[in-house]
């Protein structure tokens, strides 16, 4: 099966834990499984831009990317974090190898400035828009395993920062993944009393955000799930990073963690 997992949150962090779970993803791909990996890294981004001296703002769950947040975003993003994860990866005999949306044109953005549903004030940040899946068909037939960074290539040769969970979704159905997995720091969507709901359609889930259950980057993650089922991902689901065994389980129709979404019967 070909699978698109996202790591995010503090799971990147957490030596320990990206250690468990890339041991876990080396595993299904020595399984037969074709693995996409996409990651975010915004903690260690706003580590990076504190350092300096500059702001991390936020606006409805997306990061303010002026002109000099997005040098550092690539700085961090496309380069520290991403040999990070692929060094690793190949530490454990998997090939893997690091890409942005601008190597081999991968992944191709808009800017979301001025666009209807976004907010106004929001610099360079891009929305995938298409996804290189000839070259993406390439690395996975000869058994790589694309490591990709959540910077895009816009027109006139721009870059863009744009939202992992939006990144994860483009290229999930860009390149016909089957099922997309949202690893996170949060134990899944979670109702008005805070317990985790295990399944949900994509009615629920809007049904969620009218009643303002849903909120902070919760919005933009669950409109990414939607719009990878819309494209023709089958399943899409947000799972607990932290928790042992989870890829594992997954892979192995075991989970008894995490919110599955599912498009509506």
Do not use: W
Not at 22 to 34: F, I, K, M, P
Not at 60 to 65: A, C, D, F, K, N
């Amino acid at each position: 099966m070909r699978i698109a997992i996202k790591l995010g949150g503090s799971i990147l962090e957490d030596a320990a834990i990206r250690g468990r779970l890339l041991r876990q993803v080396a595993e299904l791909t020595s399984g037969g499984h074709e693995i996409l990996l996409i990651h975010g890294g915004g903690k260690s981004l706003n580590r990076r831009l504190g350092q300096l001296g500059m702001e991390s703002r936020f606006i409805e769950g997306l990061r303010v990317t002026d002109a000099a947040t997005l040098e550092v975003a690539v700085m961090v993003l496309a380069g520290e974090v991403n040999k990070r994860v692929v060094a690793e990866m190949n530490a454990l005999g998997v090939g893997a190898l690091g890409l942005c949306g601008a190597d081999a044109a991968a992944v191709r953005c808009e800017p979301v400035e001025g666009t209807p549903g976004f907010p106004a004030g929001i610099g360079f940040v891009g929305r995938a828009t298409g996804v290189n899946a000839p070259l993406f068909d390439l690395l996975l037939g000869a058994g790589y395993v694309p490591v990709l960074s959540s910077i895009g290539f816009g027109a006139g040769a721009g870059l863009y920062n744009i939202n992992a969970d939006q990144m994860a979704s483009a290229c999930a159905a860009g390149t016909g993944c089957r099922r997309l997995v949202y690893l996170t720091d949060v134990a899944g969507v979670k109702d008005e009393r805070g317990e985790v709901i295990p399944r949900l359609t994509r009615d629920d889930i809007l049904d969620l955000r009218r009643r303002g259950v849903l909120s902070g980057g919760m919005l933009p993650k669950t409109s990414s799930c939607l719009d990878a089922l819309e494209a023709g991902v089958a399943g899409v689901y947000i799972l607990p990073g932290d928790s042992p065994g989870i890829l594992t389980r997954f892979a192995g129709g075991t989970l008894t963690e995490g919110t599955e979404i599912y498009g509506n019967a």
